[in-house]
């Protein structure tokens, strides 16, 4: 079974600009997750979809972050514009929901943003 | 601030150890805990979970203890390989809500 994609990997960017990241969940799960995980710490959630509906964007800082997900399964976050405080680690997650087993997210790689 | 945090940022034991790393939550309410592995360049990977009615859960070489009377969680790795060296995440989740990730510890295998 093939895990949790992203793309890209790697995304190094100046100040201002725009970026994007992509995910692609693993097959069957219908609740996926962004997170940022800053250098040395545990990840934080920015996002969380329940197939097309986001149930929790609390996290999220609207003014520059949006996030899609218009078929319930593949999604993007985009930065816009980017600030210098933005250079993380984007982590995309998936579970199924309404199961016993609904808590265990499953992570993909991740995306290495650096903004300069 | 963090409900959930680690009493040790790095560990470092020689092939071969038993390792026990340590995590301290603050929330009772609490239901869900579960144990991460991230190594470098890589996202976490899934190690072993345990509900709040559990005290005790096994799985391959790792055991993970709920001490619910002094909110507490163990992570306990028989036979440490350098494999394992990677750092490890503690994580709390409370019904619906999202998970709360830890700082995590650096485990250090030595041959």
């Known amino acids: 079974e093939a895990g949790v994609v992203q793309s890209p990997r790697y995304k190094i960017i100046e100040k201002k600009q725009p970026v994007a990241f992509w995910c692609n969940p693993i097959?069957?799960?219908?609740?996926l997750y962004w997170y940022r995980q800053n250098l040395g710490q545990g990840p934080e959630l920015l996002i969380r979809y329940e197939n097309e509906e986001a149930v929790d964007d609390s996290q999220l800082p609207k003014d520059r972050f949006s996030a899609e997900r218009l078929k319930g399964v593949d999604s993007t976050l985009k930065i816009q514009p980017a600030e210098l405080g933005d250079s993380a680690v984007y982590l995309c997650?998936?579970?199924?929901?309404?199961?016993?087993?609904?808590?265990?997210?499953?992570f993909g790689p991740g995306t290495r943003l650096l903004v300069l | 601030g963090e409900s959930v945090g680690l009493h040790l940022p790095t560990l470092s034991v020689q092939e071969g150890d038993n390792s026990i790393i340590n995590c301290a939550y603050s929330?009772?309410?609490?239901?869900?805990f579960i144990w991460y592995k991230q190594e470098s360049g890589k996202g976490p990977q899934f190690i072993i979970d345990?509900?709040?009615?559990?005290d005790k859960r096994q799985g391959q070489r790792v055991t993970v203890l709920l001490n619910k009377t002094v909110k507490h969680l163990s992570l306990q790795i028989a036979a440490t390989q350098p494999g394992d060296s990677a750092v490890y995440f503690c994580a709390e989740k409370m019904g619906g809500t999202a998970l709360i990730f830890g700082k995590g510890t650096t485990l250090s295998v030595s041959s």
């Open positions: 345990i509900r709040s009615n559990m």
């Open positions: 997650a998936s579970s199924v929901s309404g199961t016993r087993r609904s808590e265990t997210q499953y």
């Open positions: 929330n009772s309410a609490s239901d869900y």
């Open positions: 097959s069957g799960h219908n609740t």
